[in-house]
């Protein structure tokens, strides 16, 4: 009878070891881990040069750029990767590889590196050294740029090399390697760069991004990429300089362990180009209240590069939150709120509310947005960025800032996307035709910061653990 039960243990165990050692090889869709560093101690703090980067990027604030000596407009991102907690992913560059953990944006769709050329670049992360590749090549081309003040500089060479990411590996792949950068606080830790996830529309380099140069040559499974953003708050926030798991990129298809239900697609909005990941926010739900949003007021980039979520409607969502106030100063453009438990105090009761010592955040606020199809909820915790101390009391920094307050800008957003709202959310990135899909998380995912299957095929997750289960009965009987 054990032997029969080994036998039959054995031939059941046989698929569970086939379906671990699977080649996870082109055109399957491929899993790459996402992680998430910290380069910033103290987030309130740092959240008006969160909002003054987002701002550069988009082209709200003045950045002054020349290449190869002629003018050239386009954003690089001087100050991102210092003031945001970024997601990033491992890229190969080189042969041989030198590896690099660069942030994933798809609010961008260059690939930037700092080199061993760079003077400011003296500690923290790997440097991308061309004269040890030998397949790079010098296009002898430089850009420079500046901010409108000119605090933060940077100029870098334009080379040409070998870039692996995610399994897959292409020849002759532009990227920027970094030569000189005044604000060196920019490369910390263990962030080498940025890789760009958007279209090659906005590439200074006018060369299709990665994901974009494998789907031109029909090597992804399907011409989509899925993300998962890990959410990590309270006790599981991520500590200064330390790495955590971040979630998930799928290039090619979608990793069916992490979502729940049917993905959402929404088409690009009429009139844009595939250019940012564009949406139209339709509605915004706050403390139950519906706020209808103008057409000319709700055009959305999807992007994940960014910590924060910016709208032109900021201040209309907070005057929906009892106890919120606009801050000023270094803060204009972010909102504070406290209120009492229970209570629900306008915000003339505020001085009532200290009176009485209430704790500050204990009202949650509820957010959820809509790009015409479902109402997408935002997690409290995603909207709390930690205390501010007004004087009079600490209130609670939201994580919903003022794009800008003056008339809309000709064919710029009125609204940025980040990773406030795409924790919440399964993402799907879709070239053809150019849409963006949300799907539900996967029990378990909505309120935790549980891994959901880093690296494995969709349902490889469910297999692992029955495999597990398995072995340990058969291990159970032998002992017996």
């Known amino acids: ?48 040069k969160v909002v003054e980067a987002v701002k550069h990027k988009y082209g709200f604030a003045s950045t002054n750029s020349k290449r190869s000596g002629e003018a050239s407009s386009g954003y690089v991102p001087l100050t991102e990767m210092q003031n945001n907690t970024p997601y990033s992913g491992v890229v190969s560059i080189g042969t041989p590889a030198q590896e690099f ?6 609010g961008f769709s260059d690939l930037w590196v700092a080199s061993t050329a760079c003077t400011t670049c003296t500690s923290g992360p790997p440097l991308f ?25 940077v100029s870098a060479q334009v080379f040409e090399d070998t870039v692996t990411f995610g399994g897959f ?24 760069g940025l890789m760009g996830l958007a279209f090659q529309p906005i590439s200074i380099l006018q060369t299709p991004p990665f994901w974009q140069a494998l789907d031109n040559q029909h090597l992804l499974a399907n011409p989509v990429f899925g993300i998962y953003l890990e959410r990590h708050t309270g006790v599981n926030q991520v500590d200064k300089g330390t790495t955590a798991p971040g979630g998930t990129l799928t290039l090619g298809g979608t990793n069916a362990s992490l979502y729940t239900g049917n993905i959402e ?28 949003v103008a057409s000319n007021n709700g055009l959305a980039v999807i992007d994940t590069g960014i910590t924060l979520i910016g709208s032109t409607i900021a201040q209309e969502i907070w005057a929906s939150v009892p106890g919120s106030v606009a801050l000023t100063g ?37 957010i959820a947005i809509s790009f015409g199809g479902t109402n997408w909820a935002i997690n409290p915790a995603d909207l709390n960025f930690g205390t501010i101390d007004l004087g009079s009391g600490q209130m609670c920094v939201g994580g919903i800032f003022e794009l800008y307050s003056t008339p809309t800008p000709a064919n710029l957003p009125t609204w940025i ?31 935790s910061g549980a891994s959901g299957g880093v690296g494995r095929f969709p349902g490889s997750a469910a297999s692992t653990k029955f495999c597990l289960v398995v072995l340990v009965l058969a291990w159970f009987f032998i002992l017996i």
């Open 169 to 192: 590996t292409l020849p002759n792949q532009r990227l920027f390697a970094t030569q000189a950068i005044t604000a060196d606080a920019w490369f910390r830790d263990d962030l080498s």
């Open 417 to 447: 996307i980040g990773d406030v709202f795409l924790k919440n959310v399964y993402s799907v990135f879709q070239a053809d035709p150019p849409a963006v899909g949300f799907a539900r998380l996967a029990s378990g995912l909505e309120n």
């Open 129 to 153: 050294d061309p004269s040890k590749s030998s397949t790079s090549k010098n296009l002898n081309s430089t850009l420079h740029i500046s901010n409108a003040s000119g605090s933060v500089t």
């Open 1 to 48: 009878m054990m032997i029969i039960f080994l036998f039959v243990i054995t031939v059941t165990s046989l698929p569970c070891a086939l379906a671990a050692s699977r080649p996870i090889t082109p055109p399957n869709p491929i899993h790459v881990p996402i992680f998430r560093r910290s380069t910033v101690s103290d987030r309130v703090a740092n959240l008006p």
């Open 330 to 366: 270094l803060y204009k453009g972010l909102y504070a709120y406290r209120t009492c438990p229970s209570l629900h105090l306008s915000h003339s009761a505020i001085p009532s509310c200290i009176a009485l010592r209430c704790t500050a955040c204990a009202t949650d606020v509820t």
């Open 265 to 292: 697609f929404i088409d690009m909005p009429k009139g844009t180009l595939p250019s940012y990941w564009f949406q139209q926010v339709q509605t915004v739900t706050v403390q139950g209240k519906s706020i209808s």
């Open 101 to 106: 953990n660069v942030i994933l944006d798809t």
